[in-house]
C-alpha cells in the first residue's frame, strides 16, 4: 500500500521560497516506474498541475510555473521535494504530492493528505 | 490557452442517472488522449475514480463509468446515492501545454 505525506512551512512570507517534502512509503521512487508530482488547489478552486518527476528522465513542469519551480528527488530518503521560489499570495493553495502512473497521460491513483501553504507577510 | 470544460454543477435525485461531460479540443481529448476522473471530498485529496476513459479505478463501484468520443468525454453515475455528492474532475494531457490538465470541476448535488 502506497501512502505519501506532505511536508513543509504552512505560512510563507512573500518573494521567499515555498520549499514541500513529500515522503513515500510503499513504493520506492527509483523503480523508474511511477512519475511522481505535485498537484495545487487554490481555495475554494480546481486543480492545477505543477510538474512531475520521473526517475529516468527529466523533470517536467507546468509551463505557467515553469521559471520558478523545481522537483527533486532524495532516493536515500524515499522523498521528493517542490521548491517554488518568488511566492506571491497567488500561490497560496493546498499542495498535494501524488503518484502518477501510465504514462505521459498518467493518472493519479495515490495521494497525499495536502498541506495547507499560505503566502502573507 | 487549453482548456477542459466541465459544467460547474450538476444534481439529481436518489436513484437517477447523471452524467459529467467533459470537454477539450483536437490538442489534447480530441487528439486521443485518454481522460481521467477525479472524485473530491470537502477537504480531502481527490480520488481516483477512472482512468484512460473507461477503466474503473481498483475498489470504484460499477455505478461509475466513462466513456469518451472525439474530443469530449463523460462520466456517468447510476443509481444516485447520498453518498456520490462531492466534485468531479477530469484530466488529461493537452500538446499545446505538454502537460497534464485538469477540468475546473463540477459539484454534483444529491437532491
Known amino acids: 500500500q502506497v501512502q505519501l505525506q506532505e511536508s513543509g512551512p504552512g505560512l510563507v512570507k512573500p518573494a521567499q521560497t515555498l520549499s514541500l517534502t513529500c515522503t513515500v512509503s510503499g513504493e520506492s521512487l527509483d523503480s523508474g516506474v511511477y512519475y511522481w508530482s505535485w498537484v495545487r488547489q487554490h481555495p475554494g478552486k480546481g486543480l492545477e498541475w505543477i510538474g512531475y518527476i520521473y526517475y529516468y528522465g527529466s523533470p517536467h513542469y507546468n509551463p505557467s510555473l515553469k521559471s520558478r519551480v523545481s522537483i527533486s528527488v532524495d532516493t536515500s530518503k524515499n522523498q521528493f521535494t517542490l521548491t517554488l521560489s518568488s511566492v506571491t499570495a497567488a500561490d497560496t493553495a493546498v499542495y498535494f504530492c501524488?503518484?502518477?502512473?501510465?504514462?505521459?497521460?498518467?493518472?493519479?491513483?495515490?495521494w497525499g493528505p495536502g498541506t495547507l501553504v499560505s503566502v502573507s507577510s | 490557452q487549453s482548456v477542459l470544460t466541465q459544467p460547474p454543477s450538476v444534481s439529481g435525485a436518489p436513484g437517477q442517472t447523471v452524467t459529467v461531460s467533459c470537454t477539450g479540443d483536437?490538442?489534447?481529448?480530441?487528439?486521443?488522449?485518454?481522460v481521467h476522473w477525479y472524485q473530491q471530498f470537502p477537504g480531502t485529496a481527490p480520488k481516483l475514480l477512472i482512468y484512460?476513459?473507461?477503466h474503473r479505478h481498483s475498489g470504484v463501484p460499477d455505478r461509475f463509468s466513462g466513456s469518451q468520443s472525439g474530443a469530449s468525454a463523460s462520466l456517468a453515475i447510476t443509481g444516485l446515492q447520498a453518498e456520490d455528492e462531492a466534485v468531479y474532475y477530469c484530466?488529461?494531457?493537452?500538446?499545446?501545454?505538454?502537460?497534464?490538465?485538469f477540468g475546473g470541476g463540477t459539484k454534483l448535488t444529491v437532491l
Open positions: 484512460g476513459s473507461r
Open positions: 484530466q488529461s494531457y493537452d500538446m499545446n501545454l505538454r502537460g497534464l490538465l
Open positions: 483536437s490538442s489534447n481529448i480530441g487528439a486521443g488522449f485518454g
Open positions: 501524488a503518484k502518477g502512473e501510465g504514462g505521459t497521460n498518467h493518472d493519479f491513483g495515490n
